[in-house]
């Protein structure tokens, strides 16, 4: 039975719709090699690729699975759950709620499950992906944030072990062919997009034998993401959701939940990062089963434990309600941390943080110099939001100007009293 719709979903999830590989297939291929936005000769070259990577893989046996897809094993055998599925995506743009999306994931991750395990119960799969329905003791606070931060340079990467191999040419042959006498390609342009197109699908859905159990790949925002590229250029990148130690991890409380969610959060953003990736509020709250509200909980909580900012878009691309990172660099420039510090700290390269301090010098100069804020932003190009964030630090840090001259001294500027 279809779910029921409902008018006003809200735009935030219509992401989740892109996170499909012929999406990303199709815009990498544009932008590669120049297409024009509505040429739709893309589309169809990762159409006729994938069908024939499809028909060519299964006579050979072999198994992939889908971005979103979890790769567990139960029994003996390997167990895929599915954490995005398009027959249930779809429906999200026919005005189905979120909710209501989520709960028909849930129902075909558990049919899954049965398949590999038939006395499972649906509280096995809570255990696994949906904690949040477990009946939780409450508790009181207790402190839920591990002793230390992550070390990001002592996780264990999440590569994959890449099986593919060199196709045979024969696979692809018959792609080239017809994209040159229906399509009107040459032959070197086909050839190399129909490469192109396959190495892609590759990358986005990992053979069985890739992974290893509690991983999956998804489709993230790539860490180079500007408003001129495509949206859909999505980065491929592995995930650990869950370790071996996490498959058993006991949950009885509420604490136990946020224990186990934060530590996942900081390695999922910390894995996506190294692979030039960053993952949005969404992203998480669909990998998850948390709400938006717990995830910025979280985050807040251990930046202000640690002084880390963890690596997500809302950090990394300024995307969300989040404090802006460069707003956060400043914090820690003037609370003494150094360049090298503050870039391990907010996972940027330490010339990013420059830049960022670079920023902030100007805006203090001009305000030295009493120009209004109207004029700051005509002058700097940037927002009103940041200009008035930076302006607000130097009140709090600055209050006179002999402060000011002190500090923008100190870096080396040379300041000169009008009249």
Avoid at 325 to 330: A, M
Wanted: proline content about 6%; overall charge positive; glycine content about 6%.
């Amino acid at each position: 039975m279809l779910l029921q719709a409902k008018k006003g979903v809200p735009n935030r999830y219509a992401t989740l719709l892109a996170r499909d590989v012929l999406h990303v297939q199709t815009a990498h291929l544009k932008t590669r090699f120049e297409l024009a936005p509505a040429s739709t000769v893309a589309e169809k070259v990762a159409q006729f690729t994938n069908q024939a990577l499809r028909d060519w893989e299964q006579t050979q046996g072999h198994e992939r699975l889908r971005p979103g897809e979890l790769l567990l094993h139960r029994n003996g055998r390997p167990l895929v759950l599915p954490l995005l599925a398009p027959e249930a995506l779809r429906q999200l743009a026919r005005g189905v709620t979120p909710r209501a999306v989520q709960r028909e994931l849930e129902m075909l991750q558990y049919q899954s499950l049965k398949r590999v395990h038939p006395e499972a119960s649906l509280e096995d799969l809570w255990q696994t992906l949906h904690q949040t329905e477990l009946p939780l003791r409450r508790g009181g606070r207790e402190d839920y944030l591990p002793e230390s931060p992550l070390n990001a340079n002592r996780l264990e990467a999440a590569c994959r072990h890449f099986v593919t191999g060199e196709l045979p040419a024969e696979v692809l042959k018959p792609v080239v062919e017809t994209l040159v006498a229906e399509w009107g390609l040459r032959p070197a342009q086909a050839q190399g997009m129909v490469a192109l197109a396959a190495q892609i699908y590759a990358r986005c859905c990992p053979r069985l034998e890739e992974l290893k159990p509690g991983q999956l790949v998804w489709l993230a925002l790539g860490t180079r993401k500007s408003r001129r590229t495509d949206p859909r250029l999505f980065v491929p990148v592995v995930l650990t959701l869950l370790t071996p130690e996490e498959m058993d991890f006991p949950l009885a409380s509420r604490a136990d939940l946020k224990r186990l969610k934060v530590r996942q959060i900081e390695r999922l953003t910390t894995e996506a990062w190294r692979q030039d990736g960053v993952l949005t509020t969404l992203d998480l709250e669909w990998i998850l089963g948390i709400p938006p509200t717990l995830i910025r909980k979280l985050l807040e909580a251990y930046q202000e434990r640690f002084g880390v900012i963890l690596p997500t878009a809302g950090t990394v691309l300024d995307m969300g309600r989040t404090l802006t990172h460069k707003t956060i660099v400043v914090e820690m420039a003037l609370a003494g941390l150094t360049t090298q510090e503050i870039a391990r700290r907010i996972y940027h390269t330490p010339e990013a943080v420059d830049n960022y301090l670079k920023v902030f010098d100007r805006v203090l100069l001009l305000r030295y110099y009493k120009l209004p804020l109207s004029a700051m932003v005509r002058v700097t190009g940037h927002s009103k939001k940041l200009l008035e964030e930076h302006l607000a630090l130097a009140e709090k840090h600055f209050p006179d100007d002999r402060a000011l001259e002190t500090y923008l001294g100190q870096r080396g500027i040379k300041l000169e009293k009008s009249g």
